[in-house]
C-alpha cells in the first residue's frame, strides 16, 4: 500500500462530529464513509461526504460478460501482436481481455470513444500501465494526472472516470485485473514500513490525487459496477465525487516505469530484482532501460530458462529488445510453465560490445497457469514457437 496521505479537511478525531451547517437534511455533519481491506485488518480511508453515499436511486441489470476461452489445448509459446488491435468502447468497455486465469486478468485497451458513464470495479484492484495517452483518473478521492510510462494502481470498489487529454484512440493500455491485494514486495520495506535505501523506488515516487474537485450535485449519476463477469447498473441521487476530505493508505495512485532505478551487476541479475508490485498469484515487474552487466565474460542477455511454476508474460513497451527477434512495440508475449523459453539465436553475440539497454518492457508472472482468451486467437503469430530455431 502507497504512504499515508490526506487531502481536503478532516475532523481532529475520527468517528466523531466533521460539522456542515446546515448540511444535507440539516444534519449538521458531513458523513463519513470508512473503506477497509481485508475485514477491518487492513489498510483503510476514512471519506468525509456531502451526503451519506448510500443514496441509491435505481439497480438495473448491466448484462454479463464471460471470457470466452480459446479452444486450444497446446502447451507452448504464445507472441500476441496487440499493437494494431482496432479501437473500440471506452477506457472501461473497450477492455479486451487476452489471458487469465483466477488470479488475474490481463486486457488490452485501444479506447475509441471517451468513457459515458462512472465506473466501478466491486472484485478486482486494476493496475492499468498507459503506453500511450495521457489525462486524468477521476475519483471521489480526487484527480490523479497520468501521462505515458505510468502504472496506474487503483483500489477495488474506487468509483472513477478516465478523461483522456486528446482523441481516444491516441491512448494504449495494459489493464491488470488483480482478484487478490496489490502492493509492494515486503522486502522493499523496513520493519517501520517506509521503503528501504536501496529499494528500485520509494514514497517520493508514488503520486496520490493531487486535489479534490468535489461535486456538490443531485440528480442521477450513473454508476457501471463491474462484479466479476457480471454488471450491474446503480443510478445514484447525488453525485459520488462529494468527498470534502479524506485520509487513510487506501486511494489510487500512480507510478511512472521511469522512476523505476533499475539493479545491475557484473553479471545477469535475475528477474525478481525488476519487481514492482505483488499481489495474490502474480507479480509485475518493469525491465526498465538500465546499463548492462560488465563482467569481460558476461553474456549480457538472459539465459534460456524453465520458470517450471510460472507463466510469464511480456508486455514490449518501448525501445529495441535485445533479448528477441521479431518483437514489436506492443507485442505480448507468454512463456508458459513446464517448457523452457531462452534468447533468440544470435542476440547473444550481438549483445557482446553492447553496454546500455533502452528496452521498457512490463512482466506478470503469474503463479497459475494463464488460458488464453478467444479473443487472442486472431492476434496470434503461429510461427512463433518456431522462431528458436536458426
Ligand atoms: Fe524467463
Redesign the pocket.
Known sequence: MPQYLQRGHIPPKRHTIHANVPGHRQEGIFYEEVITTQGFSRAYSIVYHLRPPTRVLRIESGGTTPIAKSEEKLLRHVHLKTASIAPVGDPITGRIPLMFNSDVVLSRCRPALEQADLYRNARADEILFVQRGSGRLVSMFGVSPFRPMDYIVIPKCTTYRIELDSEPTESDMLVMEAFGDVGFPPRYLNPDGQFRLGAPFCERDLHGPIELGTQDLEGEFAVNIKDGENWTRYTMANHPFDAVGWDGMVYPFTFNADDFEPITGTIHQP?PIHQTFQASGFVVCTFAPRMLDTHPQAIKV?YA?S?VESD?VLFYVRGQFGSRRGVEVGSLTL?PHGIP?GPHPGTIIASRNVKFTDELAVMVDTFRPLHLAAAAVPLDDPNYPFSWLD
Request: no cysteine.
Open positions: 528477474p538472459p530458462h520458470n510469464e512463456h523459453h
